[in-house]
């Protein structure tokens, strides 16, 4: 079965060589990939417990913290959206 991945192996082998090949900027590190998928899920309308849950963050409120403009740009987009619609 094998052991659990190392982050610097998983970089070093596997996420910087794939970074470069695609020509992405150098500064741009595995983690980011997190955050891109948090982001994601915020802006597809996902409830924070379960943006947490994907994150692996035991409590929500860490999601929140972390991530908060997030969630209050959606709000404001959504009243911008109704309001303009109205």
């Known amino acids: 079965m094998g052991t659990p991945l190392g982050h610097r192996n998983v970089s070093r082998r596997g ?28 802006r597809g309308g996902l409830e924070p417990v379960t943006v947490a849950s994907g994150l692996g963050h ?3 409120n860490v999601t929140l913290s972390v991530y908060s403009p997030l969630y209050d740009r959606r709000r404001t987009d959504d009243a911008v959206r109704l309001a303009l619609a109205g």
Do not use: N, Q
């Not at 060589?17 to 899920?41: G, K, Y």
């Open 58 to 60: 035991e409590d929500a």
């Open 15 to 42: 996420f910087d060589p794939a970074r470069d090949l695609a020509e992405l900027p150098d500064h741009l590190v595995f983690h980011d990939l997190r955050h891109a998928a948090a982001s994601r899920l915020i």
